[in-house]
């Protein structure tokens, strides 16, 4: 039986073109959620009048790979301290947020975040959004698994590419078999 989560941090092409390379992970979406408008368009959702923020939802197997593992990925993947940007984007779109989808989420969201603190990972407090899941809309088509579609667009090239190399590493053993 498979479960669902949902994460942002920062553009989620860079999300999901790391979580698509893990075993257990059965399918990765790009999309929006957090937000107000119903079915926003890409265009609405950068000029930051949706409040949703970019987002991907991930279908997974928790027998191969935990919700746990799946935030480990999603805090080696962006930097939850800073608020509503990361990198050179900016805007409430770019925030970190995790949708829980149940009260297990909610409580292991609290766990790690507690661990993370603790173990002083940040030399900034954690700013990471933590709300119940209520809807997620799609993104449009050529947003989906856009890194592996477009390696060598310019964004790609020097952001998407250097963190899908330090998730790699991370995360080597947990890797898809190629």
Request: hydrophobic share 35%; aromatic share 12%.
């Amino acid at each position: 039986m498979t479960e669902l989560a949902t994460f942002g941090g920062g553009c989620f092409w860079c999300l999901d073109a790391a979580y698509r390379q893990l075993r257990g992970v059965e399918k990765v979406v790009s999309g929006y959620s957090g937000g107000k408008r119903p079915n926003p368009t890409y265009e609405q959702v950068c000029a930051g009048v949706t409040g949703h923020a970019e987002v991907i939802q991930i279908t997974f197997d928790p027998n191969i790979i935990s919700y746990r593992d799946l935030l480990g990925v999603l805090f080696t993947m962006h930097d939850p301290t800073t608020l509503n940007r990361q990198g050179n984007d900016i805007g409430t779109q770019y925030r970190s947020v995790i949708l829980y989808h149940s009260p297990e989420q909610q409580q292991a969201v609290k766990d790690v975040l507690a661990e993370l603190q603790a173990n002083g990972v940040w030399d900034d407090p954690i700013v990471t959004e933590v709300t119940p899941f209520s809807v997620f809309y799609a993104a449009e088509g050529y947003h989906q698994d856009y890194f592996n579609k477009n390696p060598n667009q310019p964004y790609c090239s020097a952001v998407v590419a250097p963190k899908v190399s330090k998730f790699r590493k991370a995360y080597f053993d947990r890797l898809v078999k190629a």
